[in-house]
């Protein structure tokens, strides 16, 4: 994609070197000729990673002539109420509403679940589940359709649905507590660590099939199937096509849970591990295609400095050194002896591998000399 050039000050400047301001006033404001209101929805603006900039974005909106009209969804953080002040058609909505939206939202779908007839059937109660036990899961739910979803999905994914909704009962309130009850469980399946923990740090989702080709490197048993058993129990947060479609969770929050130690604690997992498998993997692939004749996997070439690049910036810390050697050997010796020459050596040495006569020329050159 060409990036975006304006004129400023007689001189052709990207539209990403310009301040945020000048960014929203030249894509809302000057290149807009449509008078009719049209509407920009944002949720989650306390999800953002910059504070700075969200409160910059609510400044704008409030100073600016657009005709666009915004409806900017939040959780009441106190800068950006105090950001949003008075007289712009700021509505708070209580838990109590979200929580009775999510009552039917089970009612309907726990139908689903067991229906009755298949209840009766199985010689199961009339009216499932009970209103104790449906208050009970609304108020654990703490609003969230997140966490109702997940909690469905869950109840639904075996053949005792009546067992499920005691176990999501027993647990605290919040999304982390359902989320450690579904990993505890899926990971008493062989290499679920290193499957998840690839899945969460991928730089785009890939297919099983795809996956299987960069994981192979770390385990030959890490096939296609291998990996489907390995995520048997993940129904409920991974999104997992039958087909080579992408595989991916079923909410982001599942990627904030499992890469934030505070919340997940041991169940965590490590970046420097987990970009290390992959550049691992990645670096491997390649080098198989080299030697075989083959097509390299795409993901491979295009991703594996970006892993390698997460890889030495965090690894050099030693922080779970015990755990990447248990997962492999081979990933901990490349962990012992990586460094930026290495890179290098491997490109040249892969490179050559291809036999094609340009390499051996200008671009080994290149390769070779010091300051590339």
């Not at 990207?14 to 000729?33: A, G, H, I, R, W």
């Not at 923990?197 to 297919?207: D, E, F, V, W």
């Not at 039958?242 to 919340?263: C, G, M, V, W, Y």
């Not at 987990?274 to 097509?295: E, K, V, Y």
Request: some cysteine.
């Amino acid at each position: 994609m060409k990036e975006i050039l304006i004129l400023k000050d007689a001189l052709r400047v990207p539209l990403s070197q310009l301040s945020l301001e000048d960014q929203l006033s030249k894509l809302l404001v000057t290149n807009v000729n449509s008078t009719d209101p049209n509407l920009i929805v944002i949720d989650g603006l306390d999800e953002c990673a910059s504070l700075g900039r969200v409160c910059q974005l609510i400044e704008w909106i409030r100073k600016n002539k657009s005709p666009f009209r915004f409806l900017l969804t939040s959780r009441p953080e106190p800068e950006i109420r105090r950001r949003m002040g008075g007289g712009y058609g700021v509505q708070t909505f209580s838990l109590t509403e979200s929580k009775e939206d999510i009552r039917k939202f089970f009612i309907e779908q726990l139908e689903n679940v067991w229906p009755k007839q298949q209840r009766s059937e199985d010689g199961g109660p009339l009216q499932w589940p009970s209103a104790d036990l449906l208050a009970a899961l609304v108020e654990q739910s703490e609003g969230l359709f997140v966490y109702a979803a997940t909690a469905v999905r869950y109840i639904g994914e075996e053949c005792s649905p009546q067992k499920r909704l005691k176990d999501v009962l027993k647990l605290h309130k919040g999304l982390d507590y359902l989320y450690v009850q579904v990993i505890e469980e899926a990971k008493k399946w062989d290499y679920f660590d290193i499957v998840m923990g690839s899945i969460m740090y991928l730089r785009y989702p890939l297919g099983i099939d795809d996956l299987s080709r960069i994981l192979l490197a770390l385990n030959e048993h890490l096939t296609s199937p291998d990996i489907r058993i390995a995520l048997r129990r993940c129904h409920s947060i991974l999104v997992i096509p039958n087909d080579n479609s992408e595989i991916k969770p079923q909410h982001a929050s599942l990627r904030d849970f499992l890469t934030d130690q505070s919340r997940s604690e041991t169940l965590f997992q490590a970046p420097a591990i987990c970009h290390g498998q992959l550049m691992f993997g990645c670096l491997s692939a390649i080098t198989r295609a080299f030697i075989d004749g083959t097509c390299a996997p795409e993901y491979a070439v295009l991703s594996w400095y970006y892993h390698a690049g997460f890889f030495l910036s965090t690894g050099g810390a030693g922080e779970g050194l015990q755990e990447m050697k248990d997962r492999s050997q081979e990933l901990f010796n490349l962990f012992m002896k990586i460094d930026l020459n290495w890179v290098k050596l491997w490109m040249t040495e892969a490179l050559l591998l291809a036999g094609v006569p340009y390499l051996r020329g200008n671009f080994l050159t290149k390769v070779c000399d010091p300051q590339f």
